[in-house]
């Protein structure tokens, strides 16, 4: 059997029972929703889900299985570190009846993961997000820093400090990774490297400055890149829609990048506007690296921010980015360029939904304004504004 032709994802959820209070770890809910067989370069794989395991032999078990598959293996660790109360130091990755005081005996040392996995034939990258608490930060920390809890396989993920809640969704830092596997890259070819994506979910993530970032190794054929091996359509993307100013004519979208659109669009019509949001940066941050930030291409993407800003009720936002968009228009096409003043009108209608921002944002637009032969009148909408001063705040 060729060795990329079947391999394996295990999801591997080490959260006490004390932890999860009614709702099971909405982390590793996500990631086992997100169809996790299509994450691997491989023609077929097993997904094994291991929720609530009771005792570290059979958690161990199932990595030797794991181990033993001749293609790519993708482990996903979610949940909690523990160390021991006593004889502590090392670290533990707790399990369902895992307390500080019995951890030592119901959790499952981290040693055991990596090295199983390190015995693994084929590629093999281990993803983590997990959280550890105030008391064992400490040693987590030392072990992130010797290098205990990057030893053996390729190793890239997050480690961030207990919320006092128990989170109600999923982490941050794993929602910008599924979405960033989801999306894939347009000229990556068949393999995504998780490098990459590792770095664009920290960058989308917004985490906070106490987190340890773990990144070790090269994986090898892990990831497949969906954006390789979809059908690319043969339509350009329909524009984000706006309700006024009328909407102008979006410049045919690279390939690839029609696929994302409607999805997108998906999202933010059924009011996952954070998702939507977050798949629409990821894939300009793609776009930026492969066109540069003043392209036609880039400034694509920063269109599509600004509506799905507009749709999400945050019109302040909405307006600075379509400012972004028309000032790239006017460098690429001067100030007579259509696409650039329908950008412009954009803006403006934004900006008079601002509220209390619209000072703050009135000079940028009148020196925007100002570019464009003709546009007495929406000057003089700025600069009466800004005549008015800052408005004061309702209480």
């Known amino acids: 059997m ?52 009771a005792g570290p032999q059979s958690v161990l078990a199932y990595l030797r299985d794991a181990a033993t598959v001749p293609g790519p293996l993708l482990v996903w660790v979610t949940g909690h570190l523990m160390v021991p109360a006593r004889k502590g130091g090392e670290v533990h990755l707790a399990l369902r009846d895992s307390t500080p005081g019995t951890v030592r005996y119901t959790g499952l040392p981290w040693e055991w993961l990596t090295r199983t996995l390190g015995e693994h034939a084929g590629p093999t990258l281990l993803v983590v997000d997990v959280e550890a608490d105030e008391r064992s930060w400490p040693h987590v920390a030392a072990a992130a820093r010797d290098g205990r809890l990057t030893a053996g396989p390729a190793v890239c993920g997050v480690v961030t400090p207990s919320p006092d809640r128990a989170p109600a969704e999923a982490s941050p830092y794993t929602r910008a990774l599924l979405t960033a596997l989801d999306l894939g890259h347009p000229t990556a070819g068949p393999v995504l490297d998780p490098v990459l994506l590792h770095q664009l979910a920290l960058d ?28 690319v359509p043969a339509v350009p993307a329909p524009a984000v829609p706006s309700a006024e100013p009328p909407r102008q004519e979006q410049p ?34 793609q776009v930026l690296r492969r066109h540069g930030p003043q392209s036609a291409e880039a400034g694509l993407w920063i269109e599509v ?52 921002r619209a000072s703050v944002l009135a000079p940028a637009l009148l020196a925007l304004w100002e570019q464009v032969p003709g546009s007495l009148d929406a000057a003089a909408d700025v600069r009466a504004r800004l005549a008015e001063g800052p408005r004061p705040v309702s209480r």
Not at 7 to 25: A, E, I, M, Q, S
Not at 322 to 336: C, D, I, Q, V
Request: charged share 20%; net charge neutral; glycine share 10%.
């Open 204 to 231: 989308q993530a917004g985490l906070p400055g106490g987190r340890l970032v773990l990144r070790h190794g090269t994986p090898g054929p892990v990831l497949a890149n969906p954006a390789h091996a979809a059908p």
């Open 305 to 356: 921010r600004a509506d799905l800003a507009r749709l999400a009720g945050d019109h302040p936002r909405a307006a600075e980015l379509w400012m972004s968009a028309a000032a790239n228009r006017l460098a690429r096409g001067g100030p007579t360029d259509a696409e650039a003043v329908a950008a412009l009108k954009r803006a403006h209608y934004c900006w008079q939904h601002s509220g209390d």
């Open 252 to 285: 045919p979208a690279p390939a690839r990048e029609e696929d994302a659109l409607p999805r997108i669009l998906a999202a933010a019509n059924a009011g996952r506007h954070n998702e939507a949001a977050a798949m629409a940066a990821a894939w300009e941050q």
């Open 2 to 53: 060729d060795h990329l032709t079947h391999g394996c994802v295990l999801l591997l959820d080490g959260t006490p029972d004390r932890r999860r209070g009614l709702l099971p770890n909405p982390t590793a809910h996500a990631v086992a929703g997100a169809g996790p067989r299509g994450f691997l370069a491989a023609a077929t794989a097993d997904v094994v889900q291991l929720p609530a395991m």
